[in-house]
C-alpha cells in the first residue's frame, strides 16, 4: 500500500491491487489513513455519551468516521494506533492496530528478502524487544514495513518465492523457524467470528430501523396507544428473535465449514517426520500426503509425485484433476498460473501415489495459510460480499429521504394546526412526532426484499441455487449474456472422427478410427498423451482425454507398491503409468506396437494451449516427448519444413465444420538425460509435426432454444471459449447466435514487433464473397441493411485491448464471438463490456470460467455442487435452459419489489393523509383503527403480493431498475392526489347530511372517539389500502396474471369482504372496539362504498394510463435526452458513421475512424 493504503506493486513501485488469491478473489482497493488516540477528547466524549444517555456511542456506531475523528488525531500510518480503511466500494471500516512481540532473530529466519524488508522495521520500533505492528481485516493480516511506509498483506512475504525456492523447503522448517513463521502469518485457521446471543442483540438493536421502532413505541405509549404498542413490541421482539436464530446458525453453519483441524504429516529439518495439528503449518512447512489422500488444510505447492484432486467446492468442476510436480524453474510462484500443480486448501485429495517410499504418497510445501488460501477466499466471500452496484437500492433509500422531507412538511403543518386551536404543548409534541412514525415506514427496505426471496426459494426448486439473493433483481437486467463453449452450448463428451497424419509431403487419407492406424509414433501419441490416471481401477481423467485413449484400444497399468519391478523394466526410470497395446491387430502389418512408459507429465495449461508427457520404451532404448494441443500452438512449436503445406486450408476446413481439431507433435529426447528435471520449454521445441485428430462436439438440443429465446427478448448472446474460431463461428451458427442470413467478419489484430507496427483489419469470413461485396458493404453496415457479426480471437483482442483502444468499444458491440480466449481474458471482456454499461450474465462449467463467472453481474455454473465459489448462481441442470428462467425470475422479483416499494409508500401516506385530515378536524384514528390497518390490512398484503410467479415468456423490453424516474414519482403523485380527493370527499359528503353532528371542538384526539367525520375518514382509508395492492400489482408481462397469486387474491377478497361488513354492519361490539361511529342511514354507507368504488376505478385507470406511456408527453417538454447507457449512445453514433466498418483495410494506431462520445 501507498501512503494512504493502496497496496505498492514490489517490482515497479506502483500501487496495485491488494494481493488475494486472484484464482478466486476480485482486486480491490484499499484507502488506509492513520490516528492517534486523544486522551482529553475520549474522556470527553465519554462524559457527553453519558449525559446524552448513550445517543452520541449510538451516532458512532453508525458512522464509525465520526467516532475516529471526534477522538483521535491524525498521524503517520508508522506511528498509528487506530486506522481509517476505505474499500473499493467506498465503505469505510475501522480496525485497531495491534503489536506483538517476536522473539530476537525472527525476521532474519524469513530469507533475504523478508530480512531486507524488515530491517528498518526492526530498527524502528526496537527497543528491548522486537515488535510486530499488524491490524486484522476481513481475516487478513496486514502487517507494518517500513522501507514501503505502508502496511501490507502478510502474504508479501513469500510472494518473491520462485519454484525453485519451494524445492529448497524439502528437507522441512526446524521448530524455532516454524514458531518465527507462526508469529508473522498467525495460526492455519479459518475462523469465522460466532456472536453470542447478547452481543447480536446489542448489534441488532442498534440498527436504525429497531431504533426508530423504540422511538416509536415511547412515543406510542406516552400518547395512550398501549394496545397497539404492545402488538408492535411483541412482533419486533418475534421479530429480532428470529433473526438473531437465523443470524447464528448460519454463523454456525458456515464455521463448521470454513473451520477444518486435523493432524498432518510434516518434515521437519532434521529429516524426521512429525505428526502436528493442521493448525500449526506454516509457509515453508513440508506436507506429507498419504497414499489415500486427505482433505487439505492449507494451499500447497505439490514437489513430488501425482495427486487425483476433487475441487469441485472451489470450481464445480465434477470431474477430478490430476495435480503434477511443480517445475523447478526460477520464475516467480504463483497458485494462478501454476494451478495444475497447486493443492488448493478445502479440496479432497482422493489419491496420491509416486512421491513417497514404496512408490506411494506425495511430497508437497504450505504456500498459504488461513484466509490466504483458496478456501480462505470463498469463506471471505460469504462473510464479506462485494457491495452491489445497483440503483434500486440506493434509490430505496433516498426514496425513504424524501418521504422523510414529507414527514417534516406534515409536522409543521400539525404545528400551526395545533398551536392555534391552543392545544397543550406536550400534546403538540407527541402530534408531531407521531407525523414522523405515520410518513416514514421503517419497514420499507425489508419488505422490498421480498420478491427475491420468493423467487429464490421458487429457483431453488428448479435446481438453481443462489448464494447472494440481491444478484436475484440483477438478472432481471441483463442485456447481454457470455456462453462459455465446451460443456455449456455443446456436449461435454466427444467421440473421435478420425485421424490424419501429416508430414513435410502433406495429410495422409483420413483414418476414421485410431486403431486402423499402423504403429508409429501417431498411435503412441494418442495413447499416451494425456493426464487419464486409474482409481480403484477405473480410468478418471478429462473426458475428451478418456475418449481419446479409448478409441486406441490401448489400455492403462500404472506401478503397484514402490514400482522397482516396472521401473527396471524401463531403464531404471521412475515410471508413472504405463500405456500397452491392444494384443489383436485391426490391421495387417509386420510390426506390432510395444508398450510404452509414461515417466513425466506436463498437463494442460489454458495460457499455453497445450499438454506434453515424456516416454521411455520397453528397455529404456529410447525416450519421447508427445505434445497435444490447439492446432496453431502446436504447428508454431514444429520444425517448419514437418509442418504440411496444406495445414491452414485443411485446419480450417475441419473447423468450418464444427469439428474439435487437436494437433499432436513429437520429439526424441536423449534417453540418458536427466529425463525428470528437463525444463518445459526445452521438451515442448523442436517438434516433429505428427497429424490432427478430429472430434465431434454436438451441440446441445437445448442451445438453439434458449438462445432463440434470448434473441427474441433483444438479450445479446456472445460466444466465449478457449476453442479454435472457426470451431466457434460454426457452433455460433448452429446454436443460432449467428442466423443462416447473417455475415461473420472476422478482427485481426497483430501487437508491436521489433519488425513491424501493431496492425488491425477486419475482413470476411469468405474472401471470395469479400471481394464481391466489399463495395457494397462498405457504404455502411448498419445503413445498408447488412447485419453482421464480428468475430475475434484471444490474441486479437489482447492487440485489440493495447495498441487500439479506440476501437475496442465498437467492436465489443458487434462482437459474438470470442475465440482461443484464456481465462483471465474471458474475466476481461466481462469488465470490458459492463464499462459500457452493459448488465452481463455469463454461463460456463466453473473451471476455466470461474474469474468471469465472478467477474459477471449474474454468473451462473452449471454445477452437481448446490453452491461452489465459482458464481453467484450454481445450477444443477446440465444445459443453458436455467439461463431464461434466471432471467424470467430476475424479471418477475424486481417487477415485485417495485410493487411492494410502492404499496408502502402509498400505505404510509394514505395514513399521512388520513392523520392530517383527522388532526384539522380535532380528532385521530383509534388505537385498534391503526392495529386494524397496520396488521390485518397492510403487512398480510404485503407478505403474499410478491407470491406470484414470473411470466411463461421474454418480453424483449426489460423492467425498470430506477425508483427515482417520473412513470415511478408521477404514478406515487397523481395517486396520492387521488387519495387525498377520496377521504375529503367522504368527509365533505358526511358534512352535508342532515343528520350530521359537528365534532366538539373543546378537546382533542382520541378524547374526539367516537365521531362522523373519523367513521367516514377509516372506512374510505381501509378500501383504498385494498385496492392500492391491486393498483401497483404488476403482472404483464414479467409476472403472471393475478389470478395465479391465489393466496393474494383470497386475501384480497376477505379484506373486501370485512371492510364492507365493518362499513355496513359493523355491530355495537365491533363498533366500541375501534371506537367507529356506527351511521344509521344505510344510503350514506353504500355511497361511501360507491365513493370508494369510483376512487379505485380512478386510480386504476390512471395506473393503466402510466402504464401505456401517458406521461412520456412530459418529456416532450425537456427535449429528447442521449441515453444514459453508452452501449446505446455508440449504437447510435455508429449507426450513423459511413466511415465503419473499414472492410479490408490493414489499420495502424496513426490511422483514427474515432467516434467519440462521452
Not at 677 to 700: C, H, P, S, T
Request: include cysteine; glycine fraction near 6%; aromatic fraction near 10%.
Amino acid at each position: 500500500m501507498n501512503k494512504r493504503g493502496s497496496v505498492v506493486d514490489p517490482q515497479s513501485g506502483l500501487p496495485s491491487p491488494c494481493p488475494r488469491d486472484p484464482f478466486l478473489s476480485p482486486d480491490s482497493h484499499m484507502d488506509v489513513q492513520g490516528y492517534k488516540w486523544v486522551h482529553w477528547r475520549v474522556w470527553l466524549c465519554r462524559l457527553v455519551a453519558l449525559l446524552s444517555l448513550g445517543a452520541l456511542l449510538i451516532l458512532f456506531h453508525w458512522r464509525p468516521r465520526l467516532g475516529v475523528l471526534a477522538r483521535c488525531r491524525s498521524c503517520p500510518l508508522a506511528l498509528a494506533e487506530v486506522l481509517l480503511l476505505r474499500d473499493g466500494s467506498g465503505q469505510q471500516h475501522v480496525v485497531e492496530v495491534q503489536t506483538e512481540e517476536l522473539e530476537e532473530g525472527s525476521f532474519e529466519m524469513l530469507g533475504r528478502q523478508e530480512e531486507a524488508e524488515w530491517r528498518d522495521t526492526v530498527q524502528l520500533h526496537k527497543e528491548e524487544k522486537t515488535l510486530l505492528h499488524y491490524y486484522l481485516f476481513e481475516g487478513l493480516r496486514y502487517v507494518w514495513l517500513d522501507r514501503k511506509g505502508a502496511f501490507c498483506p502478510v502474504s508479501v512475504l513469500n510472494e518473491d518465492w520462485t519454484c525453485k525456492d519451494l524445492y529448497g523447503f524439502q528437507k522441512g522448517l526446524s521448530p524455532r523457524e516454524q514458531s518465527s513463521r507462526r508469529s508473522m502469518f498467525g495460526v492455519n485457521l479459518i475462523d469465522v467470528p460466532v456472536k453470542s446471543y447478547m452481543r447480536l442483540l446489542f448489534e441488532e438493536v442498534l440498527n436504525p430501523f429497531y431504533i426508530f421502532q423504540v422511538f416509536s413505541i415511547v412515543l406510542w405509549t406516552t400518547d395512550e396507544y398501549y394496545f397497539y404498542a404492545l402488538c408492535i413490541f411483541i412482533i419486533s421482539i418475534i421479530s429480532i428473535s428470529i433473526s438473531l436464530y437465523e443470524t447464528r446458525k448460519q454463523s454456525i453453519t458456515l464455521r463448521n465449514m470454513a473451520q477444518f483441524i486435523t493432524n498432518v504429516t510434516i518434515r521437519r529439518e532434521s529429516g524426521e517426520e512429525d505428526c502436528v495439528n493442521s493448525v500449526e503449518l506454516v509457509p515453508g512447512d513440508c506436507l506429507i500426503i498419504p497414499q489415500e489422500g486427505l482433505l487439505l488444510p492449507c494451499d500447497a505447492a505439490l514437489l513430488a509425485g501425482e495427486c487425483l484432486v476433487n475441487e469441485s467446492m472451489l470450481t464445480g468442476e465434477s470431474v477430478p484433476v490430476l495435480k503434477t510436480p511443480l517445475p523447478a524453474a526460477d520464475r516467480t510462484y504463483s497458485s494462478e498460473t501454476e494451478h495444475r500443480h497447486t493443492l488448493f486448501c478445502g479440496t479432497q485429495i482422493i489419491q496420491a501415489k509416486g512421491g513417497g517410499p514404496g512408490g506411494g504418497g506425495a511430497v508437497a510445501v504450505v504456500t498459504s495459510t488461513g484466509f490466504l488460501t483458496a478456501k480462505g477466499a470463498l469463506v471471505s466471500s460469504i462473510m464479506y460480499p462485494q457491495q452491489l452496484n445497483f440503483s434500486f437500492q440506493k434509490d430505496a433509500m433516498k426514496f425513504l429521504l424524501i418521504l422523510g422531507s414529507l414527514a417534516f412538511c406534515g409536522t409543521i403543518y400539525i404545528f400551526v394546526i395545533l398551536f392555534k386551536a391552543n392545544v397543550t404543548w406536550p400534546e403538540i409534541i407527541v402530534r408531531c412526532l407521531d407525523i414522523v412514525t405515520i410518513a416514514v415506514p421503517p419497514a420499507l427496505p425489508a419488505a422490498i426484499t421480498t420478491g427475491a426471496i420468493y423467487a429464490q426459494s421458487r429457483l431453488k426448486k428448479h435446481g438453481i441455487f443462489c448464494i447472494n439473493p440481491p444478484r436475484i433483481n440483477v438478472g432481471g437486467k441483463v442485456s447481454v449474456f457470455c456462453f462459455d463453449k465446451t460443456g455449456t452450448l455443446t456436449e461435454e463428451g466427444l467421440d473421435v472422427w478420425g485421424v490424419m497424419e501429416g508430414g513435410p509431403a502433406g495429410f495422409s487419407e483420413l483414418v476414421p478410427d485410431p486403431r486402423l492406424l499402423p504403429p508409429g509414433h501417431m498411435q503412441s501419441a494418442l495413447a499416451c498423451c494425456h493426464t487419464v490416471t486409474l482409481l480403484r481401477g477405473q480410468p478418471l481423467g478429462d473426458p475428451l482425454e478418456l475418449k481419446m485413449v479409448e478409441s486406441t484400444g490401448w489400455t492403462l497399468q500404472e506401478p503397484e507398491g514402490d514400482g522397482d519391478v516396472v521401473n527396471a523394466e524401463y531403464g531404471g526410470h521412475k515410471v508413472l503409468a504405463v500405456m500397452r497395446p491392444p494384443t489383436q491387430q485391426l490391421f495387417l502389418h509386420r510390426n506390432s506396437s510395444e508398450a510404452v512408459a509414461i515417466v513425466k507429465r506436463f498437463p494442460f495449461s489454458s495460457a499455453l494451449q497445450r499438454m506434453s508427457v515424456l516416454t521411455v520404451a520397453t528397455g529404456g532404448r529410447s525416450a519421447m516427448v508427445f505434445v497435444k494441443g490447439s492446432p496453431e500452438m502446436v504447428a508454431s512449436l514444429c520444425r517448419a519444413d514437418t509442418v504440411p503445406p496444406q495445414f491452414s486450408s485443411t485446419l480450417h476446413t475441419f473447423s468450418s465444420e464444427g469439428l474439435r481439431v487437436l494437433a499432436l507433435a513429437c520429439k526424441p529426447v536423449d534417453v540418458n538425460s536427466d529425463l525428470i528435471n528437463i525444463e518445459r520449454a526445452d521438451a515442448e521445441k523442436d517438434l516433429q509435426f505428427l497429424g490432427l485428430l478430429m472430434m465431434k462436439n454436438l451441440v446441445k438440443p437445448e442451445s438453439a432454444k434458449v438462445i432463440n429465446v434470448l434473441r427474441l427478448a433483444q438479450i445479446r448472446n456472445v460466444m466465449v471459449t478457449g476453442d479454435n474460431i472457426l470451431t466457434a463461428v460454426n457452433v455460433a451458427k448452429s446454436c443460432g447466435m449467428v442466423g443462416s442470413d447473417e455475415k461473420v467478419i472476422f478482427v485481426t489484430a497483430s501487437p508491436h514487433t521489433a519488425q513491424s507496427l501493431p496492425t488491425l483489419r477486419f475482413s470476411l469470413e469468405d474472401e471470395v464473397a469479400a471481394q464481391r461485396s466489399t463495395d457494397v458493404m462498405d457504404q455502411s453496415l448498419y445503413q445498408g441493411g447488412f447485419d453482421y457479426h464480428l468475430a475475434i480471437n484471444g490474441k486479437s483482442f489482447a492487440a485489440l485491448c493495447d495498441h487500439f483502444p479506440e476501437y475496442l468499444p465498437k467492436v465489443l458491440m458487434k462482437a459474438t464471438v470470442f475465440a482461443r480466449m484464456l481465462p483471465d481474458q474471458k474475466a476481461q471482456l466481462v469488465k470490458e463490456l459492463q464499462k459500457l454499461n452493459y448488465r452481463v450474465g455469463m454461463c460456463g462449467d466453473g473451471a476455466n470460467d470461474c474469474g468471469a463467472l465472478r467477474a459477471a453481474d449474474v454468473g451462473v455454473s452449471l454445477s452437481e455442487a448446490e453452491a461452489s465459489v465459482a458464481s453467484p448462481f450454481t445450477s444443477k441442470t446440465e444445459n443453458i435452459s436455467c439461463v431464461p428462467l434466471l432471467i424470467r425470475e430476475g424479471r418477475c422479483s424486481l417487477v415485485t419489489s417495485f410493487s411492494l416499494f410502492r404499496y408502502m409508500a402509498l400505505y404510509s401516506l394514505i395514513q399521512f393523509c388520513s392523520v392530517l385530515i383527522l388532526n384539522t378536524v380535532k380528532t385521530t384514528l383509534a388505537d385498534f383503527q391503526f392495529l386494524f390497518c397496520d396488521l390485518f390490512l397492510v403487512t398480510l398484503l404485503a407478505l403474499f403480493m410478491g407470491k406470484g410467479g414470473p411470466s411463461e415468456e421474454l418480453y424483449p423490453r426489460r423492467p425498470p431498475a430506477s425508483l427515482l424516474s417520473l412513470p415511478v414519482f408521477g404514478s406515487l403523485f397523481i395517486q396520492t392526489c387521488m387519495i387525498v380527493l377520496g377521504q375529503l370527499s367522504a368527509v365533505f359528503i358526511t358534512k352535508t347530511q342532515e343528520w350530521y353532528i359537528p365534532l366538539n371542538s373543546t378537546v382533542f384526539g382520541t378524547e374526539n372517539l367516537p365521531n362522523m367525520e373519523n367513521a367516514c375518514v377509516f372506512n374510505l382509508s381501509g378500501y383504498q389500502y385494498i385496492f392500492m395492492a391491486v393498483v401497483v400489482t404488476k403482472s404483464y408481462p414479467h409476472k403472471k396474471p393475478l389470478y395465479h397469486n391465489v393466496i393474494f387474491l383470497c386475501i384480497l377478497l376477505i379484506h373486501f369482504a370485512v371492510m364492507t361488513w365493518l362499513v355496513l354492519y359493523p355491530g355495537p361490539f365491533f363498533s366500541q372496539v375501534f371506537k367507529l361511529y356506527n351511521f344509521t342511514d344505510m344510503n350514506f354507507k353504500m355511497l361511501l362504498c360507491a365513493v370508494a368504488a369510483l376512487n379505485f376505478l380512478i386510480c386504476f385507470v390512471v395506473e393503466l394510463l402510466i402504464d401505456l406511456g401517458a406521461l412520456n408527453c412530459l418529456r416532450l417538454l425537456r427535449g429528447k435526452r442521449p441515453s444514459k447507457k453508452q452501449y446505446k449512445r455508440l449504437n447510435v453514433l455508429l449507426s450513423d458513421s459511413t466511415s465503419w466498418l473499414p472492410l479490408n483495410q490493414t489499420l495502424t494506431p496513426r490511422d483514427h475512424t474515432v467516434i467519440h462520445f462521452s
